[in-house]
Structures are given as structure tokens and as C-alpha cells.
Nanobody, 111 residues
Framework: QVQLVESGGGLVQAGGSLRLSCAAT????????ITWYHQAPATQREFVAS???????NYADSLKDRFTISRDNAKNTVYLQMNSLNPEDTGVYYC?????WGRGTQVTVSS
């Protein structure tokens, strides 16, 4: 059974960067795509970025200039590089493969 574990969150000042990881165990990682979502406090989860099993990427329009998604099939991991962070990026970031959710990683951006 596939499990997804997010990591890399933390506290960062506005303008800083973080790289989140979504590590998968179980199943054949190379056969599925991964999507990142962001859930700010008291809001619904929103789409951030996705990457297909073939490496085709898609981004939320408002984030595509600052965030980059990538995958390393050898490490069963998808990354989300987040640059020029601002307080609106604060929240929990989750990864999903259309069937399974991770537990999320907290990102806090201070002004």
C-alpha cells in the first residue's frame, strides 16, 4: 500500500525559500503523478502544483513564477521548491497521488 510522507516545512522569513519533499513508500512510484496542495488556516486545500509520471508539470497561475515541482524516481520523491515566500504561503502543504494523502508539513512565513 502506498504511503506518502511530506517533510521540509518550517519557519522562514518573508523572501526566503524552502524545499518540501514528498516521499513515497509502497507501490510503483514511477507509475503515478503527484499533486501538492496548500491549506492556509481556516481555508480549504488549494491546488499548488502537479507532476505526472512522465514529468509534465502544472502550476496554480499565481504560484508558477515562484514554485517549482520536480521528481526523482530513483528516490521515490517529489520536491516542491518554494522561493520568495510571503506570509500568504503559510499553512500546511500536502501531497497526494489521487488515492492517498500524506499528513502534511507545516510552513510558516513570518513578515
Amino acid at each position: 500500500q502506498v504511503q506518502l510522507v511530506e517533510s521540509g516545512g518550517g519557519l522562514v522569513q518573508a523572501g526566503g525559500s524552502l524545499r518540501l519533499s514528498c516521499a513515497a513508500t509502497g507501490g510503483d512510484f514511477s507509475r503515478y503523478g503527484i499533486t501538492w496542495y496548500h491549506q492556509a488556516p481556516a481555508t480549504q486545500r488549494e491546488f499548488v502544483a502537479s507532476i505526472t509520471r512522465n514529468g509534465i508539470t502544472n502550476y496554480a497561475d499565481s504560484l508558477k513564477d515562484r514554485f517549482t515541482i520536480s521528481r526523482d524516481n530513483a528516490k521515490n520523491t517529489v520536491y516542491l521548491q518554494m522561493n520568495s515566500l510571503n506570509p500568504e504561503d503559510t499553512g500546511v502543504y500536502y501531497c497526494n497521488n489521487a488515492f492517498v494523502w500524506g499528513r502534511g508539513t507545516q510552513v510558516t512565513v513570518s513578515s
